[in-house]
């Protein structure tokens, strides 16, 4: 990869993004070094600019980042690095240093953690007994959630739309986990249809 890092003074700007959801977590600044140390190690390094030395994110709290993904901008002069992060990016404990009010991408996030419970099944998690029960259940619970998203938006309130809506999203990432699927298909697919 050939990134400029004489446009910025030997460093280039970093933009830090959480692989699954997305959300944008948070910028620095790496010089060469520090981007060599990261493809390496395969854990974020950054040039600090207060401390005058690399720094690798984590290396106090222990939320590293760990690299999924290196893109580099059309000028040559910015990183993009998706992660996958071990804990909150920000200092102050947030996930992200942007103080988003809420993550703009959960469903995604969601995905994952039906991911990990099947990965990591937890008795007693509504996730692990709508896999014990199988396909069909699972497939039957799709059912019911989207006829009762369409009578709250015919009869019901608001609020009511949303829960029903809400669950029937939830039970619908779980029939796609069921079959080995997940959102990137679906939206590949989307994309597609849209042409």
Same mark, same amino acid.
Do not use: M
């Given at each position: 990869m050939d990134i400029d890092f004489s446009k910025g003074d030997g460093l280039v700007p970093v933009i830090i993004q959480n692989e699954q959801t997305l959300e944008v977590l948070m910028l620095g600044y790496m010089n060469s070094?520090?981007?060599?140390?990261?493809?390496?190690?395969?854990?974020?390094?950054?040039?600090?600019?207060?401390?005058?030395?690399?720094?690798?994110?984590? +290396? /106090?709290?222990?939320?590293? %980042?760990?690299?999924k993904n290196i893109s580099i901008d059309c000028?040559?002069?910015?990183?993009?690095?998706?992660?996958?992060?071990?804990?909150?990016?920000?200092?102050?404990?947030?996930?992200?240093?942007?103080?988003?009010?809420?993550?703009?991408n959960f469903i995604l996030e969601l995905e994952?953690?039906?991911h990990d419970r099947y990965q990591n099944p937890v008795?007693?998690?509504?996730?692990?007994?709508?896999?014990l029960k199988g396909l069909n259940k699972i497939a039957q619970k799709?059912?019911?959630?989207?006829? +009762? /998203?369409?009578?709250?938006? %015919?009869?019901?309130?608001?609020?009511?739309?949303?829960?029903e809506a809400s669950d029937l999203v939830f039970h619908l990432l779980v029939l796609l986990k069921?079959?080995?699927?997940?959102?990137?298909?679906?939206?590949?697919?989307l994309e597609k249809r849209h042409k």
């Open positions: 070094e520090a981007f060599q140390k990261t493809r390496n190690e395969g854990k974020v390094t950054f040039y600090s600019r207060s401390k005058n030395r690399l720094w690798t994110k984590g +290396e /106090t709290s222990g939320n590293f %980042l760990y690299v000028d040559q002069d910015t990183i993009l690095i998706q992660v996958n992060p071990t804990g909150p990016t920000c200092h102050t404990g947030a996930r992200s240093c942007f103080n988003t009010e809420y993550n703009q994952n953690i039906i008795e007693g998690s509504y996730v692990n007994k709508l896999r799709v059912g019911e959630e989207g006829v +009762e /998203t369409v009578i709250a938006a %015919l009869n019901e309130t608001e609020e009511d739309l949303i829960n069921e079959k080995n699927l997940d959102l990137k298909t679906i939206a590949k697919n």
